[in-house]
């Protein structure tokens, strides 16, 4: 029984060296979606996509809530079509798009309309 236990602590151990703790974990994501808030503004993807990246219109699509995957974020940055620009890595590098992902994945959904008062007059 003892062995056991000291397996199940050891492996515990580990997982926290290899995975780090949840509490760090969280604070990496809130870290990387301030940064990603921080380019997004910088990099100017608000001025098409609003900046909780609602979209505008014509001017760019809705990116949040639910964005693109991150692989597929990274596809339409670094290949052109429609009016989007071609980001390449030396413009913006993978790191920097999985810190706008994490930003515009941490944005929350609106309220629906029927729970705003003022619209169900």
Do not use: W
């Amino acid at each position: 029984m003892q062995t056991f236990f000291s397996r199940l602590v050891a492996a515990a151990v580990a997982a926290l060296v290899v995975f780090g703790s949840p509490g760090a974990v969280a604070d990496e994501q809130r870290s990387n979606a301030t940064e990603g808030k921080r380019l997004f503004l910088a990099d100017g993807c608000y001025q098409c996509h609003g900046t909780t990246g609602a979209g505008g219109g014509t001017a760019g699509p809705h990116l949040a809530p639910d964005p693109l995957p991150l692989e597929a974020v990274k596809a339409k940055l670094r290949t052109a079509s429609g009016r989007m620009p071609v980001y390449t890595a030396a413009v913006i590098s993978d790191a920097q798009i999985a810190a706008i992902v994490a930003y515009l994945q941490g944005i929350p959904r609106g309220k629906a309309a029927k729970d705003i008062p003022l619209l169900n007059h």
